[in-house]
């Protein structure tokens, strides 16, 4: 069992920033991919990025160039650095990890971008 801890639950002003963290715990797998999804009002949940435990990572087409994703695998935590922030990145923001064959899902913090 993993369990996942979000935190930076956000209000900024377009063009600011913020930085989400996602804290795991419990059994988990050296090998394994985190993500971020989000999902805004009437709208299914989308990508974001995610990142493998070696490092590599994978940025959705609408946050390239303002975002970034990191982990520190010794905290097993993950962060989302973002910039430029516009009102259409305003969101549920939702952590995510694959752990083995398993998938668990953060509770969510909402990111709410002013124009």
Same mark, same amino acid.
């Given at each position: =069992?993993?369990?996942?801890?979000?935190? @930076?639950?956000?209000?900024? =002003?377009? @063009?600011?920033?913020? /930085?989400?963290?996602?804290?795991?715990?419990?059994?988990?797998?050296? !090998?394994?991919?985190? @993500?971020?999804?989000? =999902?805004?009002?009437?709208?299914? /949940?989308?990508?974001?990025?995610?990142? !493998?435990?070696? +490092?590599?990572?994978?940025?959705?087409?609408?946050?390239? @160039?303002? !975002?970034? $994703?990191?982990?520190?695998?010794?905290?097993?935590?993950?962060?989302?650095?973002?910039?430029?922030?516009?009102?259409?990145?305003?969101?549920?923001?939702?952590?995510? $990890?694959?752990?083995?064959?398993?998938?668990?899902? +953060? =509770? +969510?913090?909402?990111?709410?971008?002013?124009?």
């Amino acid at each position: =069992q993993v369990q996942l801890v979000e935190s @930076g639950v956000g209000l900024v =002003q377009a @063009g600011g920033s913020l /930085r989400l963290s996602c804290a795991a715990s419990g059994s988990i797998f050296s !090998f394994n991919v985190m @993500g971020w999804y989000r =999902q805004a009002p009437g709208k299914e /949940r989308e990508l974001v990025a995610h990142i !493998f435990s070696s +490092g590599i990572t994978n940025y959705a087409d609408s946050v390239k @160039g303002r !975002f970034t $994703i990191s982990r520190d695998n010794t905290k097993n935590t993950m962060y989302l650095q973002m910039n430029s922030l516009k009102p259409e990145d305003t969101a549920v923001y939702y952590c995510n $990890i694959l752990n083995g064959v398993r998938r668990y899902w +953060g =509770q +969510g913090t909402q990111v709410t971008v002013s124009s």
